[in-house]
């Protein structure tokens, strides 16, 4: 179980998560949309500790940090239990699809190397890369660095996998390639937070969504029920304007 | 109008040269070596923004870039025995290798700072979130990169280092200048004599060149489509 309790962080003056509460059971995929700036990219951030959150606890699953009480062995430790999926992919430009997937497996793990090359090459096969393994990032199309991407975090075995716009910087040509594996990968019982702008792939996918706006979570319920019976106005209103308008079905 | 340039001269001047070479090049070589550890040094520094450290870092890159080469080889080898007299045995080899690294190591540090600094920071963020630590990530995935951002400008430097070190003449080391000069007082042929000298430090350079494409071509290759 992921539990986030009264987490806030601010820029500045800019408040960006203002108190969120928010639990995420093993297994569960749970999808988190909202309009720009609303704070999505940074609580993934703050869940995977990328950013340092000002206030607040967090527990994923057998981890626990409280703000207030700090250290970097717990930050340490406590990113170890999640592995994020980035917008743009942010595969390690020096290392080839095969080391991209191994590298964590090596040096922070410890796992040898012919381990973490058979590791790799079944997760790489899963993702459908098994011909591209020896290529450099720059060699490979949009859709295939980042499955590339997700191989490197299913790698590590993380407690859960956070998905921050995975598709949203892909050509459209790519997207659905990225989506399936996405979903593949959702069907194996994985626990998974994704923040997506793809309406449909959230219903399809997600256990649960969560809809954010300026820092808080306004609505939170099944796919069904958000997308098809959305309550609050500013859910109707996101909704109406990246024209998954079936709330007024 | 008769030239006089004697060519057969120039070629017979070789060999009474080349073997001044290695020592030009064990000076440039070492120096290199030292201020390329400085310079790294300083360059984290640099970017740690600690407060009294990167502040100390900035004045030494100001200092040393701003005086002159040879009045810092003069600082160190006629200076500072006179104040820390345990300094006179230096020889005049060591001083002029710490005076060139001193000075090396200023431009290296900025060089080193803008090529870590060009290194896209998902690429540190991405380690981070599939578990490696920072010191993981810096060796493994940041420093390969700023190396081959780095390569490019540090390669110059080394060449404009090879030249200075014939700087090291004045404090009396022979290094290939000074025994180029010694043959030419004792002959007075100076064009050939120098010019022989220019013709050797363009081949050093020249052969560098070709191993610095070759370092090259190696790191793009993880780059090329
Ligand atoms: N490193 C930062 N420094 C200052 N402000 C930041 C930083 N990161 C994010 N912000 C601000 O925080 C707010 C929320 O940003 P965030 O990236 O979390 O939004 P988002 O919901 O992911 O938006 P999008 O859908 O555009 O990705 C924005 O106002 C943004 O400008
Ligand atoms: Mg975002």
Not at chain 1, 95 to 117: D, G, H, Q, S, W
Not at chain 2, 19 to 32: R, S, Y
Not at chain 2, 118 to 145: H, N, W, Y
């Amino acid at each position: 179980m992921i539990t986030v309790k009264n987490l806030k962080k601010r820029f500045g003056d800019n408040v960006v998560l203002d108190g969120i509460n928010l639990e995420v059971k093993e297994g569960e995929v749970l999808a988190i949309i909202g309009p720009s700036g609303s704070g999505k990219s940074t609580l993934l951030r703050c869940l995977n500790l990328l950013e340092k959150p000002d206030e607040g606890e967090l527990i994923i699953g057998d981890k626990q940090l409280d703000v207030h009480k700090m250290s970097s062995k717990k930050i340490y430790q406590l990113r170890q239990q999640t592995a994020m999926v980035f917008q743009h992919y942010n595969l390690f430009k020096n290392k080839t699809a095969l080391e991209n997937v191994t590298e964590a497996l090596i040096i922070a793990k410890k796992i040898k190397k012919p381990e973490a090359e058979k590791i790799a090459m079944k997760i790489l096969n899963q993702v459908g890369l098994e011909d591209k393994v020896h290529q450099y990032p720059v060699t490979l199309s949009g859709g295939q660095q980042q499955r590339v991407g997700i191989a490197r975090a299913l790698a590590v075995n993380p407690y859960a996998i956070l998905f921050d716009e995975p598709t949203s910087a892909l050509d459209p040509e790519w997207v659905s390639e990225v989506l399936q594996v996405i979903k593949k990968i959702a069907e194996q019982n994985s626990t998974m937070i994704i923040v997506t702008h793809e309406m449909q792939f959230a219903e399809e996918v997600a256990d649960r969504v969560i809809f954010m706006a300026d820092g808080n979570i306004v609505e939170e319920n099944t796919p069904k029920e958000i997308f098809h019976n959305p309550q609050s106005p500013r859910t109707k209103q996101f909704l109406r304007r990246v024209g998954s308008g079936e709330e007024d079905v | 109008m008769d030239l006089n340039i004697d060519f057969g001269y120039l070629i017979s001047l070789i060999p009474d040269l080349l073997p001044f070479i290695p020592l030009t090049l064990f000076l440039a070589i070492v120096t290199m070596v030292i201020a390329v550890v400085l310079g790294m040094g300083i360059a984290l520094v640099l970017r740690s923004g600690l407060p009294v450290l990167t502040h100390l870092a900035f004045t030494y890159v100001s200092f040393f870039r701003a005086i002159p080469s040879l009045v810092q080889l003069f600082l160190i080898y006629y200076g500072l025995p006179q104040i820390f007299p345990a300094l006179s045995g230096m020889t005049a080899i060591a001083a002029a290798i710490l005076g060139l690294s001193l000075k090396q190591a200023a431009y290296l540090a900025e060089i080193f700072r803008a090529a870590l600094g060009s290194v896209d920071k998902g690429q540190m963020e991405a380690c981070l979130s599939v578990g490696m630590t920072r010191v993981q990530a810096f060796r493994r995935v940041i420093l390969p990169q700023a190396i081959r951002n780095a390569i490019p400008a540090t390669g110059n430097q080394f060449i404009g280092l090879i030249k200075e070190t014939s700087l090291a003449f004045t404090l009396g080391v022979v290094e290939l200048f000074a025994q180029g000069r010694i043959l030419a007082a004792s002959s007075l042929r100076f064009f050939e004599t120098y010019l022989a000298l220019a013709l050797l430090y363009w081949a050093m350079i020249i052969i560098y060149t070709f191993i610095q494409q070759a370092i090259e071509k190696k790191i793009e290759r993880p780059y090329q489509s």
